[in-house]
């Protein structure tokens, strides 16, 4: 969850950095649909940027695309799924029953990291209809240079 600039920085350095036939592979938050009212993802920004204290500004699995093939790299796979970060089954299947438990007792421990989850959870269900997770793993072409 970064600014936009700070994405297309990392993607470009991740592109110079590949040897040619390299992949590149990121999982990320994204708005849906493609065509999403301007308005509800602008929303969604302030919203999780004014909630979280961080500059965030997701963007559509459109757009991350033309973020990774701006920079040569080649999309090779693309896969959505369900916005289901910080719910506990999740949180379960990600992390593992003693991962689980860690970070249960981190946010129980930490108040302020407890208000970001609680937030960021409440955020992800308020726009379930418009946010997903993404993965995108792009390939840097054979002919390309280091």
């Not at 297309?8 to 950095?17: D, P």
């Not at 500059?55 to 790299?73: A, K, Q």
């Not at 369900?82 to 089954?89: I, W």
């Not at 108040?111 to 937030?119: G, I, L, W």
Request: proline share 3%; with cysteine.
């Amino acid at each position: 969850m970064q600014m936009v600039g700070v994405k297309s920085r990392i993607v470009a350095e991740a592109a110079r950095l590949l040897k040619a036939g390299g992949r590149y592979g990121i999982h990320e938050l994204c708005l849906v649909p493609d065509d999403i009212d301007p308005g509800i993802g602008e929303e969604i920004a302030r919203e999780l940027s004014r909630d979280i204290h961080v500059g965030v500004r997701p963007l559509t699995v459109g757009e991350w695309r033309e973020l990774l093939t701006g920079t040569s790299l080649a999309v090779v796979h693309e896969h959505r799924a369900a916005m289901h970060l910080l719910e506990p089954a999740r949180v379960l299947q990600d992390e593992g029953f003693l991962g689980a438990i860690r970070f249960a007792w981190n946010v129980v421990r930490n108040s302020e990291a407890r208000r970001r989850v609680f937030t960021m959870r409440r955020i992800f269900r308020k726009y379930r209809c418009h946010l997903a997770a993404v993965v995108l793993v792009a390939k840097k072409p054979i002919g390309s240079r280091q």
